[in-house]
């Protein structure tokens, strides 16, 4: 329950009219703060300190086979408000791997721009495949326009792999989990 | 051929004099802003100035108008919601919170228990955060400028949590209609704790160097007084209007998210002056650490979001990988938006700055049809043209401190 409390003001002592005793506690405040450990942050030197699920600059994975995890599906392209994702859906190359062409798809160009971007994290929330994350990078640089448009190669790169979270099919878990990432 | 005129100037000195003469009397306009760092954004006043005293302030609005309410027509509820961080820039999970509130009211959806206790959390974290920024900048714009890198520091330490909490420091966009984006991390109420148990020696420091300082006490009582027939009249709201005696706090008149079930004080001022305005934020920051660790204490286990509600929340990431089902029911909710029924709906949450309400109007679907946006700096600014006349040119900072707008949400 909440009540209602009417808060006083008193008025000041003479004492305090004089703004003497204002001055000590106020240096005395003061000198106590200085004694204390400083919180600065000798950034670039020091680093943050990261934590799990940051939102950083978002990224293209592959799984731990390098394969490209991405199926093209648009969702992202879809949800992400400013609209900043441009993908050009295209197939996978059927004499590399064979098993996957014809049955998914893959990028054939993907693009986030970054002068759009605003790290919302809607894109790997949306993700079916977990293809795309918002990875520890936060501060990003360049001198043009053009620098700041990630394309796919810059994604993959800053992108990595990263181990499957989840498993997309019983066949792909029990080949890694019985020790043959390559099923 | 050139010619040469010759004219006299005369007596200098006595032309001054006559000059002198013919300004008395006369006003100056002065004009403050948009780009002036005590106006807390963009904010331009046009001032008539009397020697040192203003006769007329008019706040001239507009400058970071973003069009969010024509936006919201254009796309699902839950990709507005980053856009809410940018309405109260200083206490985006509040937004967030009222956003989802509104939405969810239209769909009549109750969201489970632990969620509530997560979105009173991130209400109460964000009010502390907005607070102790009020009061900082409050104190430097009075010429107290310690006080600012005190109150910073503990906000910094807040920010970390929400960073941890919601992925971002500043764009937090944590709520999801029927839910929020992600459960509290582990070890993440224990952090709370500490912060909050860090913030109140802070805060007395705040006290020691502010509220019974003869300077600042000076510059702030008896100034921008606001009665309160005015603060009625001009549809005050949150601290701005408790300053000046009235007793309107909507967690407590209209409870939401199960506000009901914590004590917690409601600050009323007397005065409904700078001062007062000042009093009672400090002492609201007291309170929502109250209810802070009250929530700590009891919070349910549960779900975060809405399991039933199998048409506006997407189902978690592991089902959407491995059920077919899951996997429609996202791309539908993404696609289409949460569907909520037609109809409108008002929902007021009293946020850091006053009641922020949104007021939803549905055709059915997952698209607002319309959105309106009442947001509380635009009201407080309102004011200024009644309040600022009358005093010194110098009390505008100290006016424009203590009414703790911001210009994100006057604009939108
Ligand atoms: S990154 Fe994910 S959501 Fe985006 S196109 Fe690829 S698979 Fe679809
Ligand atoms: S983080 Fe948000 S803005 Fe950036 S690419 Fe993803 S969806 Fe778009």
Known sequence: MATTKVIERKPLTFAEKTFLPQIATGLKTTFGNMLKKPITLQYPEERPVIPENYRGVPTLVKDPNGREKCVSCQLCEFVCPPKAIRITPGEIDAESEPDRAHVEKAPQEFEINMLRCIYCGFCEEVCPEEAIYLQDVFSLSGYSREEMINKKAKLYELGGTLPDKHYKWDKKKAAELGGNPEH | ?412
């Open chain 2, 1 to 412: 051929m050139a010619t040469t005129n010759e004219i006299s100037i005369g007596d200098l000195g006595a032309r001054a004099g006559e000059a002198e003469e013919e300004l008395k009397g006369e006003s100056m306009a002065l004009n403050i802003g948009p780009s002036h760092p005590t106006t807390h954004g963009v904010l331009r006043l046009l001032a008539e100035l009397d020697g040192d005293i203003i006769t007329k302030c008019e706040p001239v609005i507009g400058y970071l108008h973003r069009g969010d309410e024509k936006i919201a027509e254009n796309m699902t509820y839950n990709q507005f919601v980053p856009y809410t961080d940018r309405l109260d820039y200083l206490a985006p999970l509040a937004n967030n919170v009222a956003f989802a509130m509104a939405v969810e009211k239209l769909a009549a959806l109750e969201v489970p228990e632990r969620c509530q206790a997560i979105r009173v959390l991130c209400c109460e974290l964000a009010r502390i955060s907005s607070h102790l920024l009020g009061i900082g900048v409050f104190g430097m714009d009075a010429g107290a400028w310690t006080v600012f890198m005190y109150t910073f520091t503990e906000r910094e330490k807040l920010y970390t949590l929400f960073e941890e909490l919601t992925g971002a420091r500043f764009t937090t966009s944590y709520t999801r209609i029927g839910g929020v984006a992600r459960d509290i991390p582990e070890g993440w109420l224990g952090r709370v704790t500490d912060f909050i148990n860090g913030v109140l020696p802070v805060l007395d420091e705040i006290d020691k160097l502010l509220t019974r300082n003869r300077i600042f006490v000076d510059r702030t009582q008896g100034i921008g007084t606001i009665s309160r027939e005015d603060a009625i009249a001009y549809g005050l709201t949150g601290p701005n209007l408790r300053a000046s005696g009235v007793d309107l706090d909507l967690r407590k008149d209209k409870p939401y998210l199960g506000y009901e079930n914590y004590d917690f004080d409601v600050p009323v001022g007397t005065t409904g002056d700078c001062y007062d305005r000042y009093l009672l934020r400090a002492e609201e920051v007291r309170q929502s650490v109250c209810i802070i660790r009250q929530v700590i204490d009891t919070i349910p286990d549960g779900s975060f979001y809405a399991e039933d509600a199998k048409r506006i929340f997407s189902p978690p990431k592991e089902k959407v990988l491995t059920s077919m089902e899951a996997l429609i029911q996202n791309f539908m909710i993404t696609t289409e938006g949460p569907q909520i029924p037609a109809g409108e709906a008002y929902f007021e949450a009293e946020n850091p700055k006053g009641a922020l309400g949104f007021y939803v109007v549905s055709k059915g679907g997952g698209v607002p049809y319309r959105l309106k946006i009442r947001g509380p700096s635009f009201c407080s600014l309102s004011i200024l043209d009644k309040l600022v006349p009358g005093h010194y040119m110098t009390d505008i900072t100290v006016i424009l401190g203590s009414l703790d707008f911001v210009m994100g949400e006057c604009d939108r």
